[in-house]
């Protein structure tokens, strides 16, 4: 069996997706990795047994006519090789990855890793990327998810039907690759990342306030 594996970076499918594709690879079925272009991640992909392809994403774009060409050029890659199943991750990937596949009759399952900005406002752009999840699902069987939160935002915006959800225990962490090290005397945590006021920001802020007041 080929399966394709899509994601927006290359070092997010081999960090998070190696074991996967090792899992796959050992049982003899040939692994396809198509992701943006990455030659230190996408070499290790290639070391590992994987056919990696490169594919432009705008993962942050807005631009409509370059999104057609991601959805068209995932298109060509499956006409060429023919895979008997793909998972997509991320937006993008998920979005115009599935409407590929599903043109071309090929079973498919999006991961949706997380929400992201399109579920934390009300514009235009959140109604348009919203109905393109809705029109990209429609034919999965399934739509996996990391948390029931993510899954009911799903269902509630009538994007999927609650019978497509499935959610995944947990994605788990190869402690081999991210290893256990001695806990500091001192611990700190720093954060530098563009702050949105949403459903998660709640949650952010909690916990810093939890392990402030654990720590002293």
């Known amino acids: 069996m080929k399966i394709l594996f899509s994601g927006n970076t290359a070092w997010s499918m081999y960090n998070f997706r190696r074991l996967v594709f090792e899992h796959f690879l050992k049982q003899g079925h040939e692994v396809v990795v ?9 070499q290790q992909l290639k070391a ?20 057609l060409c991601t959805c068209y050029h995932y298109r060509q890659i499956m006409i060429k090789e023919k895979p008997d199943y793909c998972f997509f991750y991320t937006i993008k990937p998920n979005i115009y990855g599935s409407m590929a596949a599903a043109s071309l009759g ?5 991961v949706t890793t997380g929400l992201g900005y399109t579920f934390l406002v009300d514009n235009l752009i959140s109604k348009i990327a919203k109905r393109l999840y809705k029109f990209a699902f429609r034919n999965s069987p ?7 939160d993510d899954a009911e935002s799903f269902v509630s915006g009538r994007i999927i039907q609650p019978a497509q959800v499935h959610i995944l225990p947990g994605e788990g962490i190869d402690l081999s690759h991210f290893a256990v090290v001695e806990e500091p005397e001192e611990i700190s945590f720093s954060s530098c990342c563009p702050y949105v006021v949403g459903q998660r920001s709640g949650g952010v802020c909690g916990c810093g306030k939890t392990a402030e007041t654990k720590i002293l």
């Open 34 to 42: 198509v992701s943006p272009f990455d030659e230190t991640y996408q």
């Open 142 to 148: 399934s739509v996996w998810f990391l948390n029931k």
């Open 106 to 110: 090929i079973s498919y399952t999006p």
């Open 48 to 67: 590992l047994g994987c056919k990696v392809l490169p594919i432009d994403i705008e993962a942050k774009g807005n631009n409509p006519l370059k999104d």
